[in-house]
């Protein structure tokens, strides 16, 4: 089953949650605001992403913006601790399924994402 994290002040996450269910695909929402991120999400998401942080993280979050920090000094406990406690600077939503992971809304990207068996 897909899972969404999602933040509910973001028109993505409900475009990608209305394209699934437009869809009558199965998804399980997270609000990556209500609750904590727990260090098993947070490693399993840099793993199934192409490019680690450079797939995840919005550069241009206030939080972000706002501090001169180089994701990449930092070790794997710092970096799951620090989206942890800072989960605006993700990308909105992030779908992860089995092996696979989709950051950002974009129709064309989730039908790639989604097996095809999946949508019929």
Same mark, same amino acid.
């Given at each position: 089953m897909v899972k969404i994290y999602t933040s509910p002040? %973001?028109?993505?996450?409900?475009?990608? #949650?209305?394209w699934f269910k437009t869809?009558? $695909?199965?998804?399980e929402e997270k609000n990556i605001? #209500?609750?904590? +991120?727990?260090?098993? /999400?947070?490693?399993e998401m840099l793993v199934k992403s192409e490019?680690?942080?450079d797939d995840l993280i919005s550069r *241009? %979050?206030? &939080?972000? *913006?706002? $501090?001169? $920090?180089?994701?990449?000094?930092?070790? +794997?406990? /710092?970096? &799951? *601790?620090?989206i942890q406690a800072n989960p605006s600077i993700l990308r909105r939503p992030i779908m992860v399924d089995d092996r696979h992971i989709q950051a950002g809304y974009n129709s064309e990207e989730i039908e790639t994402f989604i097996p095809r068996q999946r949508m019929i």
């Open positions: 002040g %973001s028109v993505s996450s409900r475009k990608a #949650k209305s869809h009558d $695909i199965p998804f605001f #209500k609750t904590t +991120l727990d260090e098993s /999400e947070v490693k490019n680690g942080t *241009r %979050s206030k &939080i972000m *913006r706002s $501090i001169n $920090i180089d994701l990449d000094d930092m070790s +794997l406990s /710092e970096l &799951i *601790r620090f």
